[in-house]
């Protein structure tokens, strides 16, 4: 017998993390809502054509209203949420009340801390519930948890992650993979890292620095806002320094900077002619034309390097796994990444496999876990560890 998945969400990442579901989460049946129907039943075709088989219907479903999902979540096993972080704390409390196991995409920590909370209820709901899985936050904490187990203690943990077009074209070298609103919010607030051992908030864009990470050469990395969830308040204390950057085609952070300078990430509205604009809302809109071709195929990377000791000599692990467009599929490495590490959360929660309560991501799944679910999605994980000076 099968479990019973609800996908919230029905674009790139939603539709990827149910074929993922349905390959490997021993689906029965996954229901994609979306808010237009439309969208849902293009996705559940689209993912019975590649199955081959009948697995995925669609519904109408609003995030925005959780308990019009009551009684649809009550009679499944798991919920993946692929909404906007602004309903995932609200979708996370239906989740307790119909006992239905929740991961989500994530993407704000005060959101995420706001879910953990409800730890207590989750427990007594005999659910697991965990935030902020897919590709950062999610995937590269996962792969720092492997990159530390290569250590007999680590110190330092410094996380490189990006998507980024095989085929870049200046002046922005980038294209829009996920949401644009997704991607203004990476752009803004505060990332939360451990300096000293302590967790200290780092202003997005800054601290830049470039690298060179093979297959793709030279490239920028720069702070982006929660990209490390919760991992620097449950690692306090025990590592010195942990840090996580995106990566990005060098020239793309000073373009941000020019934006941001200009004002076009003021949430306040200003008026333009006779009528207010949001600059916020604005920039959002622009990306969304300007970044979106559904021509651009992607390349992802995610390099991560820590030290610490083996032996009590002083070592450096590395983990590194690349990922790109997938002709067969047609899914994007965005969207593998994405939405296949929220799946494989999820495919653990309803079979037992993450205790019942509330479970920051970093507790929730180990590196080991992730290494072994890996090579089934052909992924190629490289990992080394060698003695420094």
Known sequence: MGYRYVVLGAGRQGVAAAYDLARHGAAERITLLDRDLAIARSGAERLNRLLDRRVADAAVGDASQPQTLASLLAEADGLLSAASYRFNLGLARLAVETRTHMVDLGGHTSIVREQLALDRDAKRAGIALVPDCGMGPGMNVTLALAAMDLLDEAEEVRI?????????????????????????NEYE????????GEVTPIPALTDLEELEIPPLGKLEAFVTSGGLSTMPWTFAGKLRVLENKTLRYPGHAHLLQSLRTLGLFGREPIPVGNVTVVPRDL????????LSDPEVRDVCVMHVRARGTVDGCPAEAQVNLVDRHDPTTGFQAMEKLTGWHAAIVL?????????PGATPIERALSGDRFLAAAPARGWKVERSVGLVA
């Open 160 to 184: 490189y992650d990006g998507g980024l077009p095989q085929d870049p074209k200046p002046p922005w070298n980038y294209a829009l993979f996920f949401s644009a609103e997704g991607l203004v």
């Open 189 to 196: 607030d505060e990332a939360y890292f451990l300096r000293g």
């Open 283 to 290: 920039l959002i809109a622009l990306f969304d034309l300007s």
């Open 347 to 355: 495919a653990h929660a309803v079979r037992g496999g993450i205790p």
